[in-house]
């Protein structure tokens, strides 16, 4: 498939899903709509992480989710809030900037550790290692409930981000009948995703670019040629990580709380989903991928209602799960190189 | 600690009988299974449909009716259907993909998908409720120097004559040894006449078999849920590590240790008060093990990249 | 101060009881190419992982322009000016063939994360040059015509050469060469020899595995005997090719 | 001549797509012939060896056993077709015992494997003596007798050998010819891939020369021993 066309279909395939639904909501579609585009923006910013992991130094990363959750934590903890079973609230705390920076480092350090032992394993159990340090990572933090609220999480934090909001903004979005404070969110992560592109544009062709490609293609040419392989794999961990950290904290914001079921692997796979729907190595690829994920998400529950006449809610949800796990499926077998991928460069066919 | 021991011991023998599974068909086909966890739970799904008495409340989605059947009799048909399900999955999915040279990296995100997959119809089926087989409620009796319930006892039994005749399997037949020679070299295995794909297919078999058996033990000790597999699946994932992908022995004991582990490590001073994390410790001794000696322990070398 | 670039002493490597590598001596000048052939198995290859640090051997020592670089990282190996190729050609598969000669000129400050960020003029400058360099050793090599298809698309042969244009473009004191010629059709064979003549002409030192003899013997200036991880023989081409040890080598012996 | 057991016509193979290493051989080895084919290396020996096996796939040409058409069967039906054949490397399970891997030798037999691996002992006792032990434990010597042993199970017509000396002992290499004498005396046809050119042909009654993945020369052994030609392909000319 040439380019063009490969952009047509991306495009015709996310305005229809777009479509559908406005088509499925009888009203209220501005509403939904709003928030379908919040997540996906989110979920782009993390997808884009991963494909710095994966697509750019071909780094089996299923770690991801701890990546975004050290991320919010580390951001929340250090602006006001309040935390665990008392809920006591912390008045004291950073600038939202600051703690968001903080958090950004932290995530990449958390890389960078998670990127040590990594380094020596071949892929198959570079995942292993990365889902189970995750899930370490997401025990410890339910474990530690004097710093982290562990299962009662943190919340109250909301108002560190919110005041930011102009009043110009919030008179326009109230007059669209939506929710100001969602729509502040989903807009910053949205500029967050345009920014952190146009930041990967740039390295992606640089001479640092080419150096992480060069190791996903073979490690041992890039050593013969007297460039350091393992350093440069922790500074992809590094990025990638940092990355999903911003997008852990717009999660947590978009929420409202954060506990830890929300960093479950099922985040982390959620997020490849996008990125192979998207195109493995594509930039703009996670945009159209998570847009597209999540209007089919967000309808599902309405198709299976019908099929499934007195589901509950959470067998509702588990039509939509099915879905992306033979979205999956379906992608890897028959569409590895995903909407804008290129072929020339798929990496998953890799023995 | 010894209270932990009897527990430790009955988690091991689940684990090892999964990691046994996993381990043998990863030595025979190179797949990491993420779906494994959803064979074991499947095992102890099937067995919870068709023991269910008819007149329970428990209806699968309005549609189907618990069988009712005998409990023996249940897990017996559960292990079977496990059967046959691993052995559609290689026929239908995973043949196929060999077939047409899919790389390892490509298969494993697969396996990751079906598991997601299969995983949620179960939700969608048998709900999300924590359940459990119709079984009496139990006294516990203290066994040389452990307490457990007689049930739960004979599990452990039950668990190692399987381990024990997996052995024997493995070692005396003509198919457990064709198993043997296929992992040490599929090219050799051919040369000499064996048809590798069939024996491919009767791991797959044999593999979901035994998954679904831990499947029904977890559900006998613990309690049954929809995502029960994954839930236990990196500890599986762990106590194959430990033992060294690809040995079988190595994983019957690695599981077992891990096992053990997990729940002794409960009754360590630094985990007072912190009993929730009891994994983690089980997780983090998997990584250390794969930092420094990444073919376990009883593994030979070979995958360090 | 003597003419060796490169030298060995008792360097010994052994894989479950076989020796790989048994060399007590060995020394390579400064200019000259040299060619190491042996039949299979003789301890070629892993002698070039050893020199290069791909592999670790059970003693012995490894010197480069006179410093010790036993047990050194291979990528530091290579910053002193020891490239080396492979005998499976390992070229960036998913990448121009120019992206991979830019890569490998490029030095670390450039290839750095924030020197790629801030993309200042003389970074760009700097690119700019490494391109024309690229273009320069890809017209060398008659591949400037594929300056933008991916290395995977490109022939056994033509991978050669750009393996060969990759090590180029660090401007190596000591090139190995692990078998340039294998897989390469007759035609390019010859050009790429013709090729490997002429940088040994310009100066540069060259060290090459290959089975391809006939090229051996037309265009080594010394040739090197391994059988089974010893130097059996040693010298010009004529005399080598004349030594009984080294037909028996190949060629076996006929005794029952 | 007697009635060929193994024809080759034009084969034409390589393990990558549109990369063939071998471009065109022809050979035929006749009943109760020994046949070397030598070369330099990379002439196309050994692949030679796995493209009748089945183990890579046949571009072009075709090959006939007992004047029937294999070519592209796969591995375990040419086996069937009783060809026997012992790869350079990895040619026993190592962490399978000696009578486990003439077992699975004898895959195909069924319950008559018993038998036919108790008729074996008879001819390598030392493998009965150590039948309980791993075979990754074996010298390089005892595992090339192994791997024969293990080719043979199955009473094969025609034996492939792929380099049955390399990486052997001189005692070690005597061993392994004399065992293959002994198995060619038994009726069994044998094409044998060499490193050692000489002492190949000494041993086979005609040979093949191969060069880049084409027949070079082909004579009786004797006449390849003396031909200057030979040790020009493998040493060059001057």
């Known amino acids: ?54 697509g750019l130094t071909g780094l089996l990363n299923f770690g991801h989710a701890s ?34 920076l903080i958090g950004i480092i932290a995530a990449s350090l958390f890389g960078l550790l998670l990127g040590l032992p990594a380094m ?46 102009p009043v110009f903004f919030d008179e326009a979005v109230i007059s669209l009948d939506l929710a100001p404070a969602q729509i502040w969110v989903g807009l ?71 506990e830890t079921t929300i960093f479950i692997p099922l985040l982390t796979f959620y997020v490849w989903a996008i990125m192979i729907l998207g195109g493995v190595g594509s930039l703009t690829g996670p945009i159209f991928g998570s847009i597209i994920f999540w209007a089919i998400i967000s309808e599902t529950d309405k198709i299976a209602s019908l099929i499934f006449e007195n589901a509950d809610g959470q067998q509702l949800a588990g039509v939509r799960f099915m879905l992306v796990g033979l979205l999956i499926m379906l992608l890897m077998i028959f569409r590895p190189s995903g909407l804008l991928g290129k072929k020339e460069e798929l990496l998953l066919n890799v023995k | 600690m010894i209270d932990q021991l009897g527990n430790g011991l009955l988690l091991g023998i689940i684990i090892s009988v999964a990691s046994v599974a996993l381990s043998l068909l990863y030595s025979v086909t190179r797949i990491v299974n993420f ?10 799904i099937m067995t919870l449909f068709f023991s269910n008495p008819v007149d329970s409340r428990v209806i699968y989605l309005d549609r189907f009716s618990p069988l009712g059947l005998d409990f023996v009799i249940s897990a017996f048909l559960a292990v079977i259907l496990c059967g046959v399900f691993g052995g559609l999955l290689e026929l239908i999915l995973f043949r196929p993909l060999r077939k047409a040279e899919v790389g390892n990296i490509a298969i494993l995100v697969v396996t990751i998908g079906l598991s997601i997959f299969i995983r949620h119809l179960y939700l969608i089926f048998a709900t999300g409720r924590v359940q459990n087989f119709p079984l009496e409620l139990e006294r516990r009796v203290t066994y040389l120097f452990f307490d457990m319930t007689p049930r739960n006892f004979r599990v452990l039994i039950a668990g190692i004559i399987v381990m024990v005749l997996i052995g024997l399997l493995l070692t005396f037949t003509r198919i457990g040894k064709a198993m043997r020679a296929v992992r040490d070299s599929g090219e050799l295995a051919s040369i000499s006449g064996i048809n590798s794909d069939n024996i491919i297919l009767i791991t797959w078999i044999s593999s979901s078999m035994l998954a679904g058996l831990a499947g029904i033990f977890q559900g006998v000790i613990n309690d049954i849920r929809y995502n029960m597999g994954f839930l236990i699946l990196l500890l599986v994932f762990a106590g194959t590590v430990l033992g060294g992908i690809g040995t079988s022995f190595g994983a019957m004991v690695g599981g077992l240790l891990i096992g053990i582990f997990v729940q002794v490590s409960v009754a360590f001073p630094f985990m007072e008060g912190h009993i929730e994390a009891k994994n983690a410790v089980a997780l983090g001794l998997m990584i250390v093990i794969l930092l420094f000696r990444p073919q376990g322990i009883f593994g030979q070398k070979e995958r360090i990249s | 101060m003597s003419n060796k670039l490169l030298e060995v002493k008792n360097l010994k490597k052994t894989f479950g009881g076989l020796k790989a590598v048994d060399v007590e001596h060995l020394s390579f000048n400064k200019n000259e190419l040299t060619s190491v052939i042996g039949p299979n198995g003789a301890g070629k290859t892993t002698f070039f992982d050893l020199v290069s640090g791909f592999q670790q051997g059970d003693t012995g020592e490894i010197y480069f322009k006179n410093k010790k670089i036993t047990k050194t990282q291979p990528y530091k190996i290579s910053r002193l000016g020891l490239i080396r190729t492979f005998q499976l050609t390992k070229v960036f598969d998913r990448m121009t063939v120019l992206e991979n000669l830019m890569f490998s000129g490029s030095s670390i400050k450039n290839d750095s994360f924030f020197q790629s960020i801030l993309n200042t003029s003389s970074s760009k400058k700097y690119e700019s040059d490494l391109e024309e360099r690229a273009f320069e050793i890809m017209q060398d090599l008659n591949i400037e015509k594929m300056s933008e298809s991916y290395a995977r698309e490109l022939s056994g042969g033509q991978k050669k050469l750009l393996e060969l244009g990759r090590s180029l473009m660090k401007n190596p004191d000591l090139l190995l060469l692990d078998e340039p010629l294998a897989g390469v059709n007759p035609k390019l064979a010859e050009d790429l020899l013709e090729k490997i003549k002429n940088l040994s002409d310009q100066g540069i030192t060259i060290l090459m595995v290959e089975h391809n003899i006939e090229a051996v013997m037309k265009i080594s200036e010394r040739v090197v005997v391994l059988a089974e991880g010893k130097v059996i023989a040693e010298g010009t081409p004529q005399t080598v090719r004349s030594n009984d040890k080294v037909i028996e080598a190949y060629l076996g012996t006929a005794h029952e | 001549m007697n009635n060929p057991i193994l024809e080759c016509n034009g084969i034409a193979a390589g393990y990558v797509k549109g990369l063939n290493i071998l471009q065109g051989v022809d050979l035929v080895v006749s009943e109760g012939e020994i046949v070397s084919i030598i070369g330099p290396n990379g002439a196309g020996k050994s692949t030679l060896l796995k493209a009748i096996m089945g183990l890579i796939n046949i571009s072009a040409g075709r ?36 009578e486990e891997n003439l077992e699975m030798g004898s895959w195909s037999l069924g319950k008559n494997a018993k038998q036919s691996i108790n008729e074996l002992y008879q001819e390598f006792p030392l493998l009965e003596e150590r039948r309980k032990e791993k075979a990754g434990n074996l ?11 293990r080719a043979l199970v199955t009473s094969p017509k025609l034996l492939l050998l792929d380099e049955p000396s390399a990486g052997l002992s001189p005692l070690a290499i005597d061993d392994v010819f004399k065992t293959i004498k002994n198995i060619n005396l038994k009726g069994v046809s044998i094409l044998l891939v060499e490193q050692n050119a000489k002492r190949a042909l000494k041993f086979s009654n005609r040979g093949y020369v191969l060069d880049q993945g084409r027949n070079a020369y082909q004579g009786t052994g004797t006449d390849l021993l003396d031909d200057p030609r030979v040790v020009d392909l493998y040493l060059g000319k001057l």
């Open chain 1, 188 to 258: 910053l992560s949205w500029i967050s995703v345009f920014l952190v592109l146009l930041l990967l544009k740039r390295l992606s062709s640089s001479p640092w670019g080419r150096a992480l490609r060069a190791v996903r293609e073979d490690e041992d040419a890039v050593r013969a040629l007297g460039k350091n392989a393992v350093w440069l794999k922790l500074q992809s961990f590094m990025l990638g990580a940092g990355i999903a950290g911003v997008s852990g904290v717009f999660l947590a914001f978009n929420y409202g709380f954060v």
């Open chain 4, 63 to 98: 090959f006939f056993i007992e004047g029937l058409e294999k070519t592209n069967l796969p591995t375990h039906k040419i086996v069937n077709e009783g060809v026997g054949y012992v790869p350079q490397v990895q040619n026993v399970f190592p962490s399978l015992t000696i």
């Open chain 1, 1 to 54: 498939m040439n380019i063009s066309a490969k952009w047509i279909t991306t495009l015709v395939l996310t305005f229809s899903s777009l479509a559908l639904v406005f088509v499925l909501n009888p009203d209220g579609q501005l509403r939904i709509l709003a928030n379908l585009l919040t997540f996906a923006g989110i979920y782009a910013l993390a997808a884009v992480g991963l494909n710095v992991h994966f």
């Open chain 2, 35 to 44: 779906a494994h966890g959803e064979i074991i739970a499947l095992g102890a």
């Open chain 4, 139 to 149: 010298s390089g010597g005892q595992r090339q007798i192994l791997a024969l042993a």
């Open chain 1, 120 to 165: 020596r394993l071949r892929g198959d159990y570079l995942a292993i290692v990365t889902i189970a340090a995750a899930e370490i990572f997401r025990l410890l933090v339910r474990d530690l409930e004097s710093i982290t609220g562990g299962v009662y999480g943190i919340i109250n934090f909301s108002s560190a981000l919110q005041k930011y909001r």
């Open chain 1, 67 to 100: 990546f975004m959750g050290v991320g919010a934590y580390v951001t929340l903890l250090l602006i006001p809030h309040a935390a665990g079973r008392e809920g006591e609230i912390n008045e004291n705390g950073l600038p939202f900037l600051l703690a968001l």
